[in-house]
């Protein structure tokens, strides 16, 4: 194999991005049940399965990459090497991680790719080695499909570039390793700053870099919608759409409180069980086990268990979703109701649904939560218990 043919990928995700919205870094944000840097990794070490990749990422964020990556295959895991930590400006992190990658182990050719693109396909991959190989330093871009105008100050256009002459461009940006290493270092010794991509720092330098066909699919993830539009697309990538029903009861006794999708209500009783009862939680994992053809709540977690005492049933739950995404499925709907007289839910039902839909990581538009009476029928109109039913809508990939 010739040197060139070894190839490294650096993902960059030190940034602090704020266009995603306030609290976490957005790379770390949940896209449809996995932070966005899981997709990301994932994708890339599914399309280029010989490469090593590394990721560059904040000193502050270890712990969350360290979850981010717990779910990836262990075959998988050997490739990625351990992450780099970054710097200020997205320039210094590329190089942290480059010089990283020196001590290691060089590569003959380095892919350095934004960790905020989680579609980049095998061919695109591709297409980046076999340009850098060709010319050394090369990007993948687009043809405009808007006029491009450049305006002043006063946003008053001062020139209409040909649009034949322009490209948007994209990661992963492709270069002969020993050529980009030595441009950043010459760029950070000059204390040349504000080069926005790793083309600009190899143009600095005077290489020349050439533009390989990129892809619209490739899109980088910004904002809250970007975040929708990924996951609806997603979705759509699973096209064996399969239900799962669920149904529990739980007695009363003597307490003051009960637990309803993971919201704690007061009351003048609690629900007897062996974890914490929670019967809407218990309802909806059986729905998603059943889904997947996966057995039930009982089997997997059988009462008998002393471990299971007191438990809280979020652990159900996410064993459940385990299941489904280690088969490369996502929970796509949850429809869960309550029946009992009391305690009323309505105060309750918008804390339920958020609480569900954290739990099982998906947006609250994908949870119905409802409540009914039994109209003081039966058991459950006497005020003995609480039962639930719940539906589950999950998708999967195609089988084999
Ligand atoms: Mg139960």
Do not use: C
């Not at 002459?165 to 990661?171: A, D, F, M, P």
């Not at 010459?186 to 143009?203: F, I, P, R, S």
């Not at 999708?261 to 939680?281: C, E, N, Q, T």
Request: no cysteine; hydrophobic share 45%; proline share 6%.
């Amino acid at each position: 194999m010739s040197r060139t043919a070894d190839l490294a990928i650096l993902v960059v995700a030190a940034g602090r991005g704020s266009r995603a919205g306030p609290g976490i870094p957005k790379q770390y944000r949940p896209l449809a049940g996995k932070p966005l840097i899981t997709w990301t990794l994932s994708t890339l070490l599914k399309a280029a399965p010989t490469a090593r990749l590394k990721a560059v990422i904040h000193a502050d964020d270890l712990n969350a990459y360290r979850a981010a990556i717990a779910d990836l295959k262990t075959a998988d895991l050997a490739r990625l090497l351990p992450p780099a930590f970054g710097g200020e400006l997205r320039q210094d992190s590329v190089r942290l991680g480059l010089e990283a990658l020196a001590q290691e182990d060089p590569p003959g050719i380095v892919l350095i790719h934004d960790g905020a693109r989680p579609f980049a396909s095998a061919e695109l991959l591709a297409r980046a080695r076999d340009a850098a190989v060709r010319h050394g330093a090369a990007v993948p871009g687009l043809p405009l499909t808007d006029t491009v105008k450049q305006v002043d100050a006063a946003a008053r256009i001062v020139a209409t570039p040909r649009r034949e002459t322009l490209r948007s461009v994209q990661t992963p940006q492709a270069f002969v390793f020993d050529l980009i290493l030595a441009a950043h270092r010459k760029a950070a010794q000059a204390g040349q700053t504000g080069l926005t991509d790793d083309a600009a720092v190899a143009e600095w330098v005077g290489h020349a870099v050439y533009v390989f066909e990129g892809e619209r699919d490739n899109m980088k993830i910004t904002d809250t919608q970007d975040f929708a539009r990924a996951e609806a697309r997603l979705l759509r990538e699973l096209p064996d759409v399969r239900t799962g029903q669920g149904f529990d009861i739980h007695a009363f006794a003597p307490g003051d409180l009960v637990f309803i999708g993971g919201v704690k209500i007061p009351h003048d009783r609690s629900l007897l069980g062996h974890s914490d009862a929670d019967v809407l939680l218990h309802a909806i994992t059986d729905a998603i086990l059943g889904a997947i053809s996966e057995g039930d709540i009982g089997g997997h977690f059988p009462p008998s268990d002393p471990q299971w005492r007191g438990a809280a049933s979020s652990i159900f739950l996410a064993a459940a979703l385990d299941k489904l995404r280690a088969r490369g499925g996502m929970l796509a709907h949850i429809d869960a109701m309550l029946i009992g007289e009391r305690p009323k839910i309505g105060p309750y039902r918008d804390a339920i649904r958020a609480s569900i839909a954290k739990l099982a990581d998906i947006a609250e538009d994908r949870v119905a939560v409802k409540a009914t009476t039994s109209e003081r029928l039966g058991a459950l109109g006497r005020e003995e218990g609480i039962a639930a039913l719940a539906i589950a809508t999950v998708r999967l990939p195609l089988g084999d």
